[in-house]
Every structure is written in structure tokens, then in C-alpha cells.
């Protein structure tokens, strides 16, 4: 587990404005009833850019804009969000918009349209509302106070309870180097990618297809290692955006410094994550399931996400109930190669099963344990050297109701 050490730091005021020449800005533009519903984020210079997308076959008009600004021009200088509207299964008119979206959103800023990504999130199968987004977009003013990366959080949310804000500082070429970032999710979590943004920002100098590559590798063990109810949206991605003006030499997998930039963007990325998890629609507890002794690490993390995504895994924990007969159940379904009678699973510090059979354990201290906000789960496989991590959430009676009445 990654942890704060002498090259990384945790910045206190989260801010993903806070790397050198980005600003951000939100405000209420009418896509909404009330609550803010329209998001910029500016670099003052073009960004080199990477992004990873949902993997439905369904996807939103959005992601075909933005995914030809990370893969075509390969540089990115601003990013229009709005919420309360996917703009998703809206046909020609919808990707009409959507190139709307981003040649206002350049029109104002004074840069090229290829310059600027585009990102939608809300109900599904709607028309935008046009008139109070293009409206909206001329008031924005982007700025790299507090309050803008505040009012940026706020206007991409949904049905986040909360903001998910995180940024660390690391040292590049002996110059201090700023990764922050922002994200929305609460439901419909189940990656690869789904119904959440991460964006995160940072002044390193690097080229995109090398910032692709460790996006790629980080996401697979952050943001792909999370669910809340095993849906996967249509819209959703992660965008970094890396402007170079830390001034560091280009960072390359053979720089000195380069796992100082991977591990910290790694920690931000993760952050944003178990927030997201945290915040699953309804959500009263934080799920963390940990698998070691897998014949590989892709074999582990497959078991993990399978029981943190099991509905009565989680209802389970949402009760405090140490039925670990679910756990061991998800274990077997998940597709992954084990021997049943090597297992060995712990809730908490309390072993309950060795090598596949019951243990004596305290069911009253174990339930005291799940009462906690965050609880975690060891699954010891004693087959090879392969682990892996996945986060969750408990699944509650208002997660139900939320759903139930989302359009309403």
C-alpha cells in the first residue's frame, strides 16, 4: 500500500487547480433545477493528454469527442463538464451537441476546438438542454483560488453525497512537481470504466503516450478495481492532463525520477477511487477486499472485485453479519483457478476459516468490527504469488430508494 514518503507529501488544501497554470471554475447554468450542473478546468498552455474510457459498447456523445482529442491531437488545454444530462443514446443531434459543447467552450477560451474535451454525465436517453449549457458557458470564469476547484467539484456531481478532491506534491529534477485531482461517482461503479469522471491534473513535463501508458497500468489497480452495484455506464472516463510547466526534463520510464511521478500519481488515483467506493449510492460502509496467494496478480484482483461486487456480501456487511459462507461462495463463482481446501479467510484481524473449514471465532467481537465505517476482508489462497485489492461499498436500503426514484 502506497503511503506518503520523503518524495511525496499530501497537499492539505486539495485543489485541482492547485499545479502551475491550471484554473477551474463551476456554476448553475439551468440543466439543473437548482444545484450547480456546469464545470471548466483550463491549462495555460496546452497539456500533453491521457484518458481511459467505459468499456460499454453503448457510449455517449461526449466520449466520442474526447477520445479524439486524447488519441488524435494528443493534447488537451481545457475540459467542458456538464451533469444532469449524459447526453448518451441521443442519435446525430446528441454528438451534434456535443461538438457544440466543445467549439463554444474553444470560442470562448480563444484556442482551437481540438483543444478541448468534452464530458456529459446524468440521465441517459435525454436531448441536452442547449440553450442554458451554451448560455452557461460564456459566464464561466476559471480561476486558481480555492473557490473555483470547490464550484468545479460541486457541478460535475450527481448523486455524490460529497466532493472527492485529492492532490500530493512530489520532487522531479530536484523541482516540486503537483498531481491533484477530482472525481464524481456514487453509482452504476463498475469500471473498466463506468459512471464516474476522475480528472486529475499535474505541471510534469511528459509526453502523452508515456503519460498513457502509466494512466493505463495505474487505473487497472485503482479505478478498475472498485464496484458499487456492477453496472457500467456509457459516458464515464479518466483525463489527465500534464502541462509541463514544473519545467522538469520530460519525464520517460528511464528517468531518474520517474517512479516518484507513477507512485504519486498512483496515490492520487487511488484516493479518488476508495472515495468514490466510500460514497456508493446509499452507501454506510467502505468494503476493502484483500486476495494473496493467487496463481496471479490478474487472477487475484478477479476474486476480489467478485466478492467485494457480491449483492450478498454486501448486504451482509451492511447488517454486520459475519456470514463469511458469502465470501467464500464469491470466491468459488469468480471464474478463478482455487483449491477449496487451501482457503483461508479473516474479517478483520479474526481468522473464520483455515484451509477451507470453520474456525472457532467471537461472533460478538467480529459483528463490533463490521459496525465500523471501513471494514476489510483477507482471503488467503496458498496457491502461487499473485495478490490483488478491490473496493466496495455495503448495500442498503437507500441505495434501493435512490435508484428507484432517479428521474423523479
Same mark, same amino acid.
Given at each position: 500500500m502506497l503511503t506518503e514518503t520523503m518524495t511525496m507529501?499530501?497537499?492539505?488544501?486539495?485543489?485541482?487547480?492547485?499545479p502551475k497554470g491550471f484554473k477551474a471554475t463551476g456554476i448553475h447554468c439551468g440543466v439543473k433545477h437548482k444545484k450547480k450542473d456546469l464545470a471548466l478546468l483550463t491549462s495555460e498552455v496546452p497539456a500533453s493528454v491521457a484518458g481511459v474510457f467505459s468499456?460499454?459498447?453503448?457510449?455517449?456523445?461526449?466520449?466520442? @469527442?474526447?477520445?479524439?482529442?486524447?488519441?488524435?491531437?494528443?493534447?488537451? %488545454?481545457? /475540459? =467542458? @463538464?456538464?451533469?444532469?444530462?449524459?447526453?448518451?443514446?441521443?442519435?446525430? %443531434?446528441? /454528438? =451534434?451537441?456535443?461538438?457544440t459543447m466543445q467549439e463554444k467552450t474553444a470560442e470562448k477560451l480563444g484556442i482551437?476546438?481540438?483543444?478541448?474535451?468534452?464530458?456529459?454525465?446524468?440521465?441517459?436517453?435525454?436531448?441536452?438542454?442547449?440553450?442554458?449549457?451554451?448560455?452557461?458557458i460564456k459566464k464561466l470564469e476559471p480561476t486558481d483560488e480555492l473557490e473555483g476547484a470547490i464550484n468545479f467539484s460541486?457541478?460535475?456531481?450527481?448523486?455524490?453525497?460529497?466532493?472527492?478532491?485529492?492532490?500530493?506534491?512530489?520532487?522531479i529534477d530536484g523541482k516540486e512537481v503537483i498531481i491533484a485531482g477530482t472525481a464524481k461517482g456514487s453509482g452504476m461503479i463498475e469500471p473498466n470504466m463506468a459512471t464516474m469522471f476522475a480528472f486529475i491534473t499535474t505541471d510534469a513535463s511528459i509526453e502523452s503516450n508515456y503519460l498513457q501508458s502509466a494512466l493505463k497500468s495505474i487505473t487497472d489497480v485503482t479505478f478498475n478495481a472498485i464496484t458499487v452495484d456492477g453496472d457500467t455506464s456509457t459516458n464515464?472516463?479518466?483525463?489527465?492532463?500534464?502541462?509541463?510547466?514544473?519545467?522538469?526534463?520530460?519525464?520517460?520510464?528511464?528517468?531518474?525520477?520517474?517512479?516518484?511521478?507513477?507512485?504519486?500519481?498512483?496515490?492520487?488515483?487511488?484516493?479518488?477511487?476508495?472515495?468514490?467506493?466510500?460514497?456508493?449510492e446509499g452507501a454506510t460502509k467502505l468494503i476493502e477486499v484483500e486476495v494473496r496467494g493467487a496463481l496471479s496478480d490478474e487472477e487475484a484482483r478477479k476474486i476480489a472485485k467478485t466478492v467485494v461486487g457480491s449483492p450478498l456480501v454486501k448486504t451482509a456487511v451492511f447488517g454486520s453479519d459475519a456470514n463469511w459462507g458469502r465470501v467464500i461462495c464469491a470466491v468459488g463463482y469468480s471464474g478463478a483457478t482455487i483449491d477449496p481446501n487451501a482457503i483461508k479467510i479473516s474479517i478483520g484481524p479474526t481468522p473464520v476459516v483455515e484451509n477451507g473449514e470453520p474456525v472457532l471465532f467471537s461472533e460478538e467481537e467480529?459483528?463490533?468490527?463490521?459496525?465500523?465505517?471501513?471494514?476489510?476482508?483477507?482471503i488467503e489462497l496458498n496457491q502461487g504469488n499473485g495478490q490483488g485489492t478491490a473496493w466496495g461499498c455495503d448495500l442498503t436500503y437507500?441505495?434501493?430508494?435512490?435508484?428507484?426514484?432517479?428521474r423523479s
Amino acid at each position: 500500500m502506497l503511503t506518503e514518503t520523503m518524495t511525496m507529501k499530501r497537499i492539505t488544501y486539495k485543489n485541482i487547480a492547485s499545479p502551475k497554470g491550471f484554473k477551474a471554475t463551476g456554476i448553475h447554468c439551468g440543466v439543473k433545477h437548482k444545484k450547480k450542473d456546469l464545470a471548466l478546468l483550463t491549462s495555460e498552455v496546452p497539456a500533453s493528454v491521457a484518458g481511459v474510457f467505459s468499456t460499454n459498447a453503448v457510449q455517449g456523445a461526449p466520449l466520442v @469527442v474526447t477520445k479524439e482529442v486524447v488519441y488524435t491531437t494528443q493534447k488537451m %488545454q481545457a /475540459l =467542458i @463538464v456538464s451533469s444532469g444530462i449524459a447526453n448518451s443514446c441521443t442519435g446525430k %443531434q446528441g /454528438l =451534434i451537441d456535443a461538438y457544440t459543447m466543445q467549439e463554444k467552450t474553444a470560442e470562448k477560451l480563444g484556442i482551437a476546438p481540438g483543444l478541448v474535451g468534452v464530458a456529459s454525465t446524468g440521465v441517459i436517453g435525454e436531448m441536452m438542454k442547449m440553450e442554458p449549457v451554451l448560455s452557461g458557458i460564456k459566464k464561466l470564469e476559471p480561476t486558481d483560488e480555492l473557490e473555483g476547484a470547490i464550484n468545479f467539484s460541486q457541478a460535475i456531481m450527481t448523486t455524490d453525497t460529497v466532493t472527492k478532491d485529492t492532490s500530493y506534491k512530489t520532487v522531479i529534477d530536484g523541482k516540486e512537481v503537483i498531481i491533484a485531482g477530482t472525481a464524481k461517482g456514487s453509482g452504476m461503479i463498475e469500471p473498466n470504466m463506468a459512471t464516474m469522471f476522475a480528472f486529475i491534473t499535474t505541471d510534469a513535463s511528459i509526453e502523452s503516450n508515456y503519460l498513457q501508458s502509466a494512466l493505463k497500468s495505474i487505473t487497472d489497480v485503482t479505478f478498475n478495481a472498485i464496484t458499487v452495484d456492477g453496472d457500467t455506464s456509457t459516458n464515464d472516463m479518466v483525463v489527465v492532463m500534464a502541462n509541463g510547466l514544473a519545467e522538469n526534463n520530460p519525464l520517460t520510464p528511464l528517468h531518474p525520477d520517474w517512479d516518484n511521478f507513477v507512485q504519486t500519481l498512483h496515490t492520487v488515483s487511488l484516493d479518488l477511487a476508495k472515495m468514490i467506493a466510500k460514497d456508493g449510492e446509499g452507501a454506510t460502509k467502505l468494503i476493502e477486499v484483500e486476495v494473496r496467494g493467487a496463481l496471479s496478480d490478474e487472477e487475484a484482483r478477479k476474486i476480489a472485485k467478485t466478492v467485494v461486487g457480491s449483492p450478498l456480501v454486501k448486504t451482509a456487511v451492511f447488517g454486520s453479519d459475519a456470514n463469511w459462507g458469502r465470501v467464500i461462495c464469491a470466491v468459488g463463482y469468480s471464474g478463478a483457478t482455487i483449491d477449496p481446501n487451501a482457503i483461508k479467510i479473516s474479517i478483520g484481524p479474526t481468522p473464520v476459516v483455515e484451509n477451507g473449514e470453520p474456525v472457532l471465532f467471537s461472533e460478538e467481537e467480529t459483528m463490533l468490527y463490521l459496525k465500523q465505517a471501513e471494514v476489510k476482508f483477507l482471503i488467503e489462497l496458498n496457491q502461487g504469488n499473485g495478490q490483488g485489492t478491490a473496493w466496495g461499498c455495503d448495500l442498503t436500503y437507500d441505495y434501493v430508494q435512490i435508484n428507484a426514484t432517479y428521474r423523479s
